[in-house]
Nanobody, 124 residues
Framework: QVQLVESGGGSVQAGGSLRLSCATS????????MGWFRQAPGKEREFVAT????????YYADSVKGRFTISRDNAKNTVYLQMNSLKPEDTAVYYC?????????????????WGQGTQVTVSS
């Protein structure tokens, strides 16, 4: 059974930082790309970032490029999202997900396992 558990969310003022973690189990973690998505109230889930199986290739949504960094530690079966210079519009529930293969996707359809989400709230 594949499990993903996010942590690290919370409340922060604009300009602050948070680091999200996503611990996985039940699948050969290093064989798959990983992604982070987010969903704000009343909005659809949107792509944030993705990292390749070996951590060497990353892609970001334009809205977070230059502020967020995705990384992974295959020895710990964990993927991270470092979020700096946070803005109120970053407020959302953040989800990590395991891709269906080594390929990286910006669409949620490319991922088949999801965590339960962690809330990030940024106040102005």
């Amino acid at each position: 059974q594949v499990q993903l558990v996010e942590s690290g969310g919370g409340s922060v003022q604009a300009g602050g930082s948070l680091r999200l973690s996503c611990a996985t189990s039940g699948r050969t973690f290093s064989s798959y790309a990983m992604g982070w998505f987010r969903q704000a109230p009343g909005k659809e889930r949107e792509f944030v970032a993705t990292v390749s199986w070996n951590g060497k290739i990353t892609y970001y949504a334009d809205s977070v490029k230059g502020r967020f960094t995705i990384s992974r530690d295959n020895a710990k079966n964990t993927v991270y999202l470092q979020m700096n210079s946070l803005k109120p519009e970053d407020t959302a529930v953040y989800y990590c997900a395991v891709a269906r293969s080594t390929l990286q996707y910006a669409s949620s359809s490319g991922y088949d396992y999801w965590g339960q989400g962690t809330q990030v709230t940024v106040s102005s």
